[in-house]
């Protein structure tokens, strides 16, 4: 998994969601019909749990891909939030591939920054998102997430 810090360059945090009903010809032209935006979220993202290592701590996510459409790019904009509310960084996470029908576990590590300093992840937008059928609109509103950890995660 990519994860590159805002002071290494434009950083986001990415993900990826999809399911077969989400992306008849509408969609995929960039056009969401009333079917597509009422359906279920086609991907969640759970914030799983955070580990500390050498250099900092490392963040473990398990993303649920259900339906019979994959992810070539799901790139996220990710802002760390410390645990007194101020913006720690900004990065740049890229959960692709995913594969259709599948739970995936991602990682990536957060140099410099201890887990016990960690409030807060928002996830303030999709910067690209790419199914195995093209283009997909409207990626973070198909995204669901959770935390199994004291470290919460939004949009």
């Given at each position: 998994?990519?994860?590159?810090?805002?002071s290494?360059?434009f950083?986001?945090?990415l993900?990826?969601?999809?399911?077969?009903?989400?992306?008849?010809?509408?969609?995929?032209a960039g056009?969401?019909?009333?079917?597509?935006?009422a359906?279920?979220?086609?991907?969640?993202?759970?914030?799983n749990?955070?580990?500390?290592?050498d250099?900092?701590?490392?963040?473990?996510?398990?993303?649920?891909?259900?339906?019979?459409v994959?992810f070539?790019?799901?790139?996220?904009?990710?802002?760390l939030f410390?645990?007194d509310?101020v913006i720690?960084?900004?990065?740049?996470?890229?959960?692709?591939?995913?594969?259709?029908?599948?739970?995936?576990v991602?990682?990536?590590?957060?140099?410099?920054?201890a887990c016990?300093k960690i409030?807060?992840?928002?996830?303030?937008d999709v910067?690209?998102c790419k199914?195995d059928?093209?283009p997909?609109?409207k990626?973070?509103?198909?995204i669901t997430l959770?935390?199994?950890?004291?470290?919460?995660?939004?949009?």
């Amino acid at each position: 998994m990519k994860v590159q810090s805002a002071s290494a360059g434009f950083g986001a945090l990415l993900m990826g969601f999809a399911s077969a009903g989400c992306f008849g010809p509408a969609a995929i032209a960039g056009e969401a019909t009333p079917a597509a935006a009422a359906a279920a979220p086609a991907i969640t993202v759970e914030l799983n749990k955070l580990e500390s290592v050498d250099k900092g701590c490392r963040v473990y996510t398990v993303v649920d891909k259900p339906g019979s459409v994959g992810f070539q790019t799901l790139k996220l904009d990710l802002i760390l939030f410390h645990t007194d509310g101020v913006i720690g960084r900004r990065l740049m996470l890229d959960l692709a591939p995913l594969k259709s029908a599948k739970k995936t576990v991602k990682m990536f590590d957060l140099d410099g920054t201890a887990c016990d300093k960690i409030g807060s992840f928002l996830v303030h937008d999709v910067m690209e998102c790419k199914a195995d059928t093209g283009p997909v609109e409207k990626c973070l509103d198909a995204i669901t997430l959770k935390s199994l950890s004291n470290v919460q995660i939004t949009k």
